[in-house]
């Protein structure tokens, strides 16, 4: 309770604050209830932790929750963009959300940078896509590095089992292209809903199939559902999970069944893990200390992490913006996409960020690591 | 598919359906002595479910802050009335409103739940939300008793989203589990049942046995029977229907509380598990038409079993065919019964 009366503390001072002049007003639309609730509420923690000023201007956050809905979340981005006239937008927190704020904003001109998966967002075939960013990995860059990993542990076969929603289809486009491209033989595949009470249907279903590793597509805790029953009904086999469910509850809720479960994630999940040279390692490292010091120990993920990295790319292109017009016009905005479009070797907590026109993401497979589960917690695996 | 998964799957069938069962009772009974279309009857289920695990983890449950918070509400809005029935009626407000509230808040903070055997835990659980039903009764559905079926159905809604709002606050968006009651398994011609499932299966059927004894033979039973066949009849016979829709929802909650607290060890409970649930417990009851009380248990262990075969042959269209089972049963009651206008 603590936590919301603090940023919503936050969000309302920021909204008193809005009207001052030249200040640099910065949206965020964030998942904050819902059922994308678990990505959003750390999201919009970190805001709280985000400076305050950059390159010597006033920064105010807007912060507003879109509940999970498309709806709420473009009311939410024209809302800001009229009544408050921010210079960016940060969000949403999930994909639909995300491209429906697309329309928007490229009618606005403002920039936006999103903190959902999906590679269509910044599908760079669309127009408007010149007005958005986004902070984190493409499902397919963690398709590719579960592949390989399964292939090179000799894996022949995979089930797959995914949420019956955007997240679990969109895994399943990714996965499937490139398990077809490295002869991977895909023999089950199953969905099941977030708030299922039991997948023994499905998990049944697998186990017949006999396949040498599962997939569990899912977010959160809800992912350790499959997980759990597959164990109790004694599939053998391995276990894989996406960068979904790399968060404290997860551990908590599927407990030792989920030890030996290997993962794709970003860098940041074991930042304290990573080899001393690698640059990631300070900017991640000092991300997850100033969100644990907030809000306790080992409470830091991946989710906020996304929204992090957007605190830093403007960070990054603020100051070149500031050089060639004034916060709160519109020569801002279009000198401030240009400053994102251009950011180069910039370092984040999830990887190291190339911005060009046709790549809005920018990033390499430096920004995926893959991790196992070992003793109740993450292991890079090197 | 085999013989073995046909009955893996009933197997699993017939244990959600035993908790859908247990819903659609409670739905029906409510709708039968209140009008209420109880849509937050899920949220007990969640409520029962996280309040557990949170007292098991040492955590304080948010729904001790609700509990203190209702009850002063509720003695805020009483005192006046009881005051003219004299003192001893206000003692009793204050008691049962404020003061134990505060005994289960000191007991929940005095104490450290979390290392209590867990049948305690259980009844401290059931004792912090329970008493949720008949406070909510009072705020929301007393002052408008006699309102249409309509604008009680609105003020369900409202009191549904209210509470899954708070359960978020409360809990957070991520889910729970609690250990099993039993880890016991049995091994039965190379089918594994599992002591939990066992539990599920033989606390609904003794909560139903228990109810049907609490309607045909205790008084309190047979005044809610009556509330429900005829209410002003039942206010002439000095039936009070207040007291009725306050032990009504004293039972709804009851029974939704223990069914999150049967399920909690079996799946991952979420703060808004319950609405699901509560509909496919909803979907029972609409077979028995929300009057028949035999027909509900037996659509709700359809419901059940539907799911389970359905998440085997068509997982991603799982919710899909369970939802749809209500349109036929529609059609049949609608043709099969002769059609009355409605009094209001």
């Known amino acids: 309770m603590k936590l919301h009366s603090k940023s919503l503390l936050v969000a309302l001072l920021a909204c008193f604050a809005g009207s001052a002049f030249a200040d640099i007003n910065v949206g965020v639309v964030v998942s904050a209830t819902g059922p994308a609730a678990s990505l959003g509420i750390p999201e919009k923690n970190t805001f709280a932790l985000m400076p305050t000023s950059i390159g010597g201007e006033k920064i105010n956050y807007i912060i507003l929750d879109d509940a999970s809905d498309t709806t709420t979340a473009v009311k939410n981005t024209r809302k800001l963009l009229t009544e408050d006239k921010v210079d960016v937008i940060i969000g949403s927190t999930i994909t639909p959300n995300s491209l429906a704020m697309i ?73 499937s292209k490139i398990a077809e491209a490295r002869k991977l033989a895909i023999v089950a595949n199953e969905r099941y809903n977030r708030a299922d009470t039991s997948v023994t249907g499905q998990v049944l279903k697998i186990i017949s199939a006999k396949p040498d590793a599962v997939l569990i597509a899912g977010s959160g805790t809800p992912a350790a559902l499959p997980q759990k029953t597959l164990k109790e009904k004694g599939y053998k086999g391995a276990y894989y999970q996406t960068h979904g469910v790399a968060n404290k509850d997860f551990l908590r809720v599927c407990g030792k069944d989920c030890e030996g479960t290997f993962l ?69 905005k279009v000198a401030l996409r240009d400053a994102l479009e251009g950011l180069k070797n910039v370092t984040v907590s999830h990887g190291i960020v190339n911005m060009s026109p046709t790549d809005h993401l920018g990033f390499d497979q430096r920004a995926r690591v893959m991790v196992r589960v070992e003793n109740g917690d993450w292991k890079l695996i090197k | 598919m085999d013989l073995q998964i046909a009955l893996l799957l009933g197997q699993d069938g017939i244990v959600n359906g035993a908790i859908y069962a247990l819903l659609a009772l409670a739905l029906v009974l409510v709708f039968a002595v209140t009008r ?214 004293l039972l709804a909650a009851m029974i939704g509380t223990l069914s999150g607290i049967l399920i909690a060890p079996i799946t991952t409970v979420y703060y808004d598990t319950g609405f699901l649930i509560g509909l496919k417990g909803f979907v029972g009851a609409i077979v028995g038409g929300l009057a028949s009380y035999p027909v509900a248990a037996a659509g709700a262990l359809l419901v059940g079993l539907l799911e389970a075969f359905s998440s085997f042959w068509a997982s991603a269209f799982k919710e899909v065919i369970v939802f749809t089972l209500i349109i036929p049963v529609l059609v049949w009651r609608s043709l099969a019964s002769r059609h009355h206008e409605e009094e209001e």
């Open chain 1, 103 to 175: 329309d928007i904003v490229a009618e606005a001109e403002t920039p936006m940078i999103s903190m959902a998966a999906s590679a269509r967002i910044v599908d760079t075939a669309n127009p408007k896509v010149k007005w958005v960013f986004k902070t984190p990995q493409n499902d397919i860059q963690m398709s590719t590095a579960l592949v390989e990993h399964m292939t090179n542990a000799g894996v022949k076969t995979v089930a797959f089992i995914g949420f019956a929603d955007a997240y679990g289809e969109g895994w399943y486009q990714e996965f």
């Open chain 1, 264 to 332: 794709p994630a970003g860098p940041v999940l074991v930042a304290a893990q990573l080899p001393a040279d690698n640059p990631i390692k300070k900017v991640a490292s000092d991300y997850v200390a100033k969100y644990e010091a907030a809000h306790g120990k080992g409470n830091s993920s991946t989710f906020g992490a996304h929204a992090w990295d957007a605190g830093i790319l403007l960070q990054n292109a603020v100051p070149v913006a500031l050089k060639k017009a004034k916060p709160g016009s519109k020569e801002f």
């Open chain 2, 36 to 249: 209420v279309i109880f849509i937050p009857q899920g949220e007990f289920v969640a409520y029962g479910a996280l309040t557990l695990a949170s007292l098991q983890a040492g955590q304080v449950p948010g729904t001790l802050w609700l509990l203190l918070a209702c009850g002063v509400a509720v003695a805020v809005i009483d005192a006046p009335a009881s005051l003219r029935f004299g003192k001893g009626r206000f003692a009793k407000l204050l008691g049962w409103q404020v003061l134990y509230p505060i005994v289960v808040a000191a007991l929940v903070l005095g104490t450290a739940p979390g290392d209590w055997p867990m049948a305690l835990q259980v009844l401290l659980a059931l004792a912090v939300v329970v008493p949720l039903g008949p406070q909510l009764y009072r705020l929301a559905y007393q002052p408008i008793a006699e309102a249409p079926v309509l604008v009680l159905l609105i003020v369900s809604v409202a009191v549904h989203l209210a509470l899954v709002g708070l359960g978020l606050l409360f809990f957070g968006a991520e889910g729970s589990r609690t250990p099993a009651f039993s880890e016991a398994s049995f091994d039965i011609g190379g089918l594994t049942i599992t002591g939990q499932s066992l539990w599920v299966i033989g606390a609904s059927a003794v909560l139903i046995v228990a109810l049907y004894i609490f309607f045909e033979k205790s008084l309190y039973g047979k005044a809610l029977r009556a509330t429900a066949v005829n209410r002003a009849g039942a206010r002439l016979m000095g039936i009070s229907t207040t007291l009725a829709g306050k032990l009504t929802f």
